[in-house]
């Protein structure tokens, strides 16, 4: 199976930066689009940024111009670079990998275990 790593999250003052990494592991054999997700408190799961494994991105509107989505596959990474932070991006952070497991698998989801970011004002 896929086990995906993500770091540590924390606390952060408002305009401040802080990055996130996720980090594939396990049997893989192809990792499609790689993302990000976040979930603050009472509200449903939102998409924050995806890459595809050619590098095209796609951000969230709250987010774009503020956050960077990069991944690094010869390790399986996928990065997220916040600045500008705000409390309303306050939430669990998820990472998502779409992987297949061998050659012939139908590629599936695989989520980390998230992360907490928490911006004060």
């Known amino acids: 199976q896929v086990q995906l790593v993500e770091s540590v999250g924390g606390l952060v003052q408002a305009g401040g930066s802080l990055r996130l990494s996720c980090a594939a592991s396990?049997?893989?054999?192809?990792?499609?689009?790689m993302a990000w997700y976040r979930q603050a408190p009472g509200k449903q799961r939102e998409l924050v940024a995806v890459?595809?494994?050619?590098?095209?991105?796609n951000y969230a509107d709250s987010v774009k111009g503020r956050f960077t989505v990069s991944r690094d596959n010869a390790k399986n990474t996928v990065y997220l670079e916040m600045n500008s932070l705000k409390p309303e991006d306050t939430a669990v952070y998820y990472c998502?990998?779409?992987?297949?497991?061998?050659?012939?698998?139908?590629?599936?989801?695989?989520w980390g275990q998230g992360t907490q970011v928490t911006v004060s004002s």
């Open positions: 890459i595809t494994s050619g590098g095209s991105t």
């Open positions: 396990g049997s893989i054999f192809r990792i499609n689009a």
């Open positions: 998502k990998s779409n992987t297949a497991v061998t050659r012939v698998s139908v590629a599936r989801d695989y």
